[in-house]
């Protein structure tokens, strides 16, 4: 007999666990939680979230439900109660769930990181911030606190130094995937295991402005490039988005911004510690260019400062 689970989710993170659930006999999925539709672009285009989108382009003959909170939403607790399932799997879903939904049936989180370490909403950006050798995926048993319930199983990743947010974010989904099958079919035997409250620590939800960076530290610089190259990327103040980024030696000291070399390809410009080599740029309402034509374009030249 299958068991019931209703899903809650929202990004491409979460549709990947979601496919391998409904791929699966051994679960039936009852009914989908996601955010509201949003608009996007400057045309304001009303945009139905990813794992929706997949639902519609697949087909998927499935309830969904959109409300805009959880909390004091009497209506949504009373659908989840009549749809009566065995369990709840919640993946980057972007909303707290309340008390009342938490003791319909186990809620299983699948958070991006090796808990407690970056509890809250930008774990694999904080865990590529801080040039961690490893990141992972956990899942624990929800309850009232952020990411504080009792762990079920834990897998990890490997990260490489070229690994960009979006290699990341891939990596973890198929391994969120693979862990939440675990978790539901092993989920009798499971002993959870508390948090080490000792070692928690948090992530804030990332803003736009987050982006700006200065030409410091090319470690650094680097960094977020990986953590950001996604959204919101990284700009200068000037609003120049530095759009490929390479970290190209991390030692030498430099004025902040000198071009030390124009390649046909990239330039090499300088940080107070460390030098990137950039190849793409784009500045604000234009396309994006090759740096080379943009340094042309501007008449900047070889010591010249790149503002």
């Not at 990947?16 to 009914?31: G, M, T």
């Not at 794992?51 to 607790?77: A, G, R, T």
């Not at 004025?255 to 390649?263: F, V």
Request: a positive charge; glycine letters at 4%.
């Amino acid at each position: 007999m299958s068991k019931k689970i209703v899903f809650m989710g929202t990004p491409d993170y979460a549709t990947i666990i979601f496919d391998k659930l409904i791929k699966n006999d051994s679960y039936e999925i009852l009914a989908l939680f996601t955010q509201p539709d949003k608009k996007v672009g400057r045309k304001q285009i009303l945009t139905p979230p990813h794992i929706k989108k997949y639902c519609i382009d697949n087909s998927i003959d499935l309830p969904i439900y959109q409300p805009i909170s959880l909390k004091n939403n009497i209506e949504m607790v009373d659908v989840l109660k009549n749809l009566n399932p065995d369990f709840i799997i919640v993946a980057a879903y972007g909303q707290i769930l309340p008390k009342e939904i938490l003791n319909i049936a186990p809620c299983i989180n699948l958070h991006a990181s090796i808990l407690p370490k970056y509890r809250g909403a930008s774990p694999i950006q904080e865990s590529i911030l801080n040039d961690d050798k490893y990141t992972g995926v956990t899942s624990m048993l929800m309850e009232e606190g952020l990411d504080s319930g009792d762990i079920l199983g834990i897998q990890y990743l490997k990260l490489t130094e070229t690994m960009l947010v979006d290699e990341v974010f891939n990596k973890l989904s198929k391994i969120a995937a693979n862990l939440t099958i675990t978790t539901l079919d092993n989920y009798e035997k499971i002993q959870a295991k508390k948090q080490n409250n000792s070692e928690v620590s948090f992530c804030k939800k990332i803003k736009k402005d987050d982006g700006l960076i200065s030409f410091n530290d090319s470690r650094e610089l680097y960094l977020k490039y990986k953590a950001y190259c996604f959204w919101p990327g990284i700009f200068l103040q000037s609003g120049l988005k530095l759009k490929e980024v390479e970290l190209n030696e991390t030692t030498s000291v430099n004025k902040e911004g000198k071009i030390l070399n124009i390649n046909e390809n990239f330039a090499i410009i300088a940080c107070a510690k460390g030098s990137i080599k950039v190849s793409t740029v784009q500045a604000p309402s234009k396309k994006a260019v090759n740096i080379t034509d943009y340094l042309r374009g501007k008449r900047l030249a070889v010591n010249d400062t790149l503002i």
